[in-house]
């Protein structure tokens, strides 16, 4: 609540009219109405006899709050979202930026906003140049991320900046960075605690925590099998790139992954080789698969992980956001004027409509 809400509501909440606050006070009666309405303030040396007069405290009157809690933050995610949906990024921009004035020092809001906005920049961004305004507004919020007491929201700061300064090729900054975070515990803590649930006989927990971690290391065996293939193309090693990219399709199957992660490798493979035929039949199908729904419970690998209903709009959001990068991308200037992508654009707008 604003101050003028809590003025109004303690006021009427001890039976007090406006005269009477304004005589008890010594201002005008006009005054508290425009205190009530938000117009106009009470003098700095009044808010302690105001506090008392309506039985709170300044905290209160003043709305303070120290932080936010994980519930009030995903909230706030949740109105940024909905914002960009329907006025665009900019105007999530400034909801957000508007909150991080008000909680400065909430690292959770910090950290969740930072990714947030990444995320949406690529989806909702305009092609314009407030577009590296934005990402170096974002990447400061990592870097006040990265200062967190909180190990679990500094060491996922640190693991974003890394990212973003190698995407920028500041590898020297993105080593100073890597050399700060701990070295992996020789304790496999997930596993440890799953044991324990198992000898207490707490099967669902402990399935929950195994198939998390499994799918964790999917994700990391994705990115491993990715840096190889780009070593190999680096080293022209073309005939082993393919292998690795083969791999990486092979393992999204074997695991029971989402469609769409078994077309990455090749698509980033064909690309990389400017091969326009086979990216173009691959780009399709890959395009597709993100408006199919990835049922993940229903395999036997992730029958416990706990998911939520994602948003329909998700999927035909990224397919714009792929299309506009190849587009705009001077690695994908092979394609440009392909009549093949632009029968290809069509016949996923019209899927669309």
Same mark, same amino acid.
């Given at each position: 609540m @604003? +101050?003028?809400e809590?003025?109004?509501?303690?006021?009427l909440?001890?039976?007090?009219t406006?005269e009477q +606050?304004?005589n008890?006070?010594?201002?005008?009666?006009p005054?508290?109405?425009?205190?009530?309405?938000g117009t106009?303030?009470?003098?700095i040396?009044?808010?302690?006899?105001l506090?008392?007069?309506?039985?709170?405290?300044?905290?209160? !009157?003043?709305?303070?709050?120290?932080?936010?809690?994980?519930?009030?933050?995903?909230l706030? #995610?949740?109105?940024?979202?909905e914002?960009?949906d329907? &006025?665009?990024?900019?105007?999530?921009?400034?909801?957000?930026?508007?909150?991080l004035k008000?909680?400065?020092? =909430?690292?959770?809001?910090v950290s &969740?906003?930072? #990714?947030?906005?990444?995320?949406?920049l690529?989806?909702y961004?305009?092609k314009n @140049?407030?577009?590296?305004m934005?990402?170096?507004?974002?990447?400061?919020?990592?870097?006040?991320a990265?200062?967190?007491?909180?190990?679990?929201?500094?060491?996922?700061?640190q693991? =974003?900046?890394?990212?973003k300064?190698m995407?920028?090729?500041?590898?020297?900054q993105?080593?100073?960075?890597?050399?700060? !975070?701990p070295?992996?515990?020789?304790v496999?803590r997930?596993?440890?605690?799953?044991? +324990?649930?198992?000898?207490?006989?707490d099967?669902e927990?402990?399935?929950?925590?195994?198939e998390?971690?499994?799918?964790?290391?999917?994700?990391?065996?994705?990115a491993?099998?990715?840096?190889l293939m780009?070593?190999a193309? @680096?080293?022209?090693? #073309?005939?082993?790139?393919e292998?690795?990219?083969?791999?990486?399709?092979?393992?999204?199957?074997?695991?029971?992954?989402? /469609?769409?992660?078994s077309?990455?490798?090749?698509?980033?493979?064909?690309?990389?080789?400017?091969?326009?035929?086979?990216?173009?039949?691959i780009?399709?199908? #890959?395009?597709k698969?993100?408006?199919?729904?990835?049922?993940? &419970?229903?395999?036997?690998?992730?029958?416990? +992980?706990?998911t939520?209903?994602?948003? @329909?709009?998700?999927?035909?959001k990224?397919?714009?956001a792929?299309i506009?990068?190849i587009?705009a991308?001077?690695?994908?200037e092979?394609?440009?004027?392909?009549?093949e992508?632009? /029968?290809?654009?069509?016949?996923?707008?019209?899927?669309?409509?």
């Open positions: @604003k +101050i003028n809590i003025i109004r509501e303690r006021r909440a001890k039976g007090f406006q +606050i304004a008890y006070l010594g201002v005008s009666a005054a508290v109405n425009k205190w009530e309405k106009s303030y009470p003098d040396i009044l808010l302690p006899a506090a008392r007069l309506l039985d709170t405290d300044l905290n209160t !009157l003043l709305s303070f709050q120290d932080d936010l809690s994980e519930k009030e933050v995903a706030f #995610m949740n109105e940024v979202s914002t960009m329907k &006025n665009g990024f900019e105007a999530g921009y400034l909801l957000a930026t508007e909150k008000e909680y400065p020092t =909430c690292d959770l809001l &969740n906003l930072a #990714m947030l906005l990444d995320g949406a690529m989806l961004g305009s @140049k407030s577009n590296e934005y990402r170096e507004k974002i990447e400061s919020l990592y870097y006040r990265a200062q967190s007491e909180d190990a679990t929201i500094r060491e996922q700061a693991a =974003c900046l890394i990212s300064l995407g920028k090729q500041d590898y020297e993105a080593q100073e960075i890597l050399n700060t !975070l070295k992996t515990s020789p496999d997930e596993q440890a605690q799953a044991n +324990i649930y198992i000898a207490q006989g099967l927990k402990a399935a929950k925590l195994i998390e971690k499994l799918l964790s290391a999917t994700n990391e065996i994705h491993a099998l990715m840096t780009e070593i193309l @680096k080293e022209e090693r #073309m005939d082993d790139a292998y690795i990219a083969d791999v990486d399709k092979q393992a999204a199957q074997v695991f029971d992954l989402w /469609e769409y992660n077309y990455v490798a090749h698509s980033q493979l064909y690309e990389a080789t400017k091969n326009r035929i086979k990216f173009l039949k780009l399709l199908p #890959m395009l698969s993100l408006t199919k729904k990835w049922d993940i &419970n229903k395999s036997p690998l992730y029958r416990h +992980i706990q939520k209903e994602i948003d @329909k709009t998700f999927g035909p990224l397919q714009k792929i506009q990068s587009n991308d001077e690695e994908t092979f394609l440009k004027d392909s009549p992508l632009h /029968e290809l654009i069509k016949e996923i707008d019209i899927e669309q409509k």
